[in-house]
Nanobody, 114 residues
């Protein structure tokens, strides 16, 4: 299983970014996929998840600003982030479960600052 996250960067408050996570080594289309984040000095938290059927759920603080989506043909998970706030600054990770193990991508840094 490989998860390759990308798309992070430096953005001003109120700006937008789109994160991508390219997956391989498992049947992407049937797996629930998730985005987590970890800010400096804080515990890692789940930001959003999407099931095989497209059902989604979100961390309360990102509802209405972030959208998780998936492209099963491209085997890619996305996180569209709008109205970014300094509190969204963190390393963002994609992850999934496969054969009783949890796999993580390498993370991509998102920094929201003026």
């Amino acid at each position: 299983v490989q998860l390759q996250a990308s798309g992070g960067g430096l953005v001003q408050p109120g700006g937008s970014l789109r994160l991508s996570c390219k997956a391989s080594g498992f049947n992407f289309s049937i797996n629930t996929m998730r985005w987590h984040r970890q800010a400096p000095g804080k515990q890692r938290e789940q930001v959003a998840a999407i099931t095989r059927s497209g059902s989604t759920n979100y961390l309360d603080s990102v509802k209405g600003r972030f959208t998780i989506s998936r492209d099963n043909v491209r085997r890619t998970l996305y996180l569209h982030m709008n109205s970014l706030e300094p509190e969204d600054t963190a390393v963002y990770y994609c992850n999934t479960d496969f054969r009783a193990s949890t796999f993580w991508g390498q993370g991509t840094q998102v920094t929201v600052s003026s």
